[in-house]
């Protein structure tokens, strides 16, 4: 077991890591194609999964949460956060500050950030949606956050088989707080994506960026993914 990842359940959640594992309760506020993706797949390394939905009892939520097992449950969103350590807000771009808003207290909590905002001009290319970036606007809706801005660079299909891309797949990785950042990096790294750490939360708008160049270039049929090589 990793120096961080032993730091990180000793201080940050409170209590130790035993042997080689590690579980944490993870809400996902979502449940549309990046939680189907990621839930189950979160689920496998041994996190218990809590989706937070409008609708917990709605046909769908159950059979994402069968498919998921491992203990996973469905709750309103507010209540998905207060039963979990580590929080994904996987909502439409636009629609993430009136969810922060109704989540309740964040303090204290990893909070992951996949939104990616945008605009489609004219000619069918996404471009800036505003001055700053989705994690830096949830960072000031919940200050006392770790929020994390990650997994926003592919879509469902790559996060479910990166390698049938053709090779690995990385994930930029920024936020502010280096011990939420070290729990995404091992998330991510967990389930077969190549997490790579590019500093502080300020880059978040950078890095959603990367998905508008990725989305643009799979409108002009010129599709790539990332492999962010470690220099020599």
């Known amino acids: 077991m990793s120096y961080v990842r032993t730091l990180f359940l000793s201080t940050l959640l409170g ?6 594992a590690y579980a944490e309760t993870i809400a996902i506020i979502g ?13 496998e390394q041994g996190h218990t999964i809590i989706y ?11 059979e994402l949460i069968a498919r998921t097992g491992a203990g996973a449950s469905a709750a309103q ?20 500050p009136d969810v922060v808003r109704s989540l309740g207290d964040l303090t204290g909590k990893i909070v992951i950030d996949p939104t990616n905002p945008r605009i489609v001009g ?9 001055d700053t970036s989705n ?13 994390v801005k990650a997994l926003n660079t592919m879509n469902w299909r790559t996060m479910v088989d990166p390698m049938a891309t053709g090779g690995p797949v990385s994930v930029p990785v920024v936020g502010d707080d280096e011990q939420a950042k070290a729990f995404v990096v091992e998330l991510i790294d967990a389930i077969g994506l ?13 890095v959603e960026g990367m998905y508008i160049l990725w989305g643009n270039a799979n409108t ?13």
């Open 135 to 147: 994690a830096e606007i949830l960072q000031e809706l919940a200050p006392g956050a770790r929020v």
């Open 77 to 96: 969103p507010a209540e998905a956060v207060a039963r979990a350590e580590v929080v994904m807000v996987a909502v439409p771009w636009d629609a993430l």
């Open 122 to 130: 004219d000619d069918g290319l996404r471009d800036w949606a505003h």
């Open 31 to 43: 449940t549309g194609q990046v939680a189907n993706a990621l839930g189950p797949m979160f689920a």
């Open 220 to 232: 002009l049929e010129r599709g790539f993914n990332y492999y962010l090589r470690p220099a020599p």
């Open 194 to 206: 190549e997490p790579i750490d590019l500093g502080p939360l300020r880059y978040a708008r950078m």
């Open 52 to 62: 937070g939905s409008r609708n917990p009892a709605r046909d769908t939520v159950r």
């Open 15 to 20: 209590f130790a890591a035993c042997g080689a």
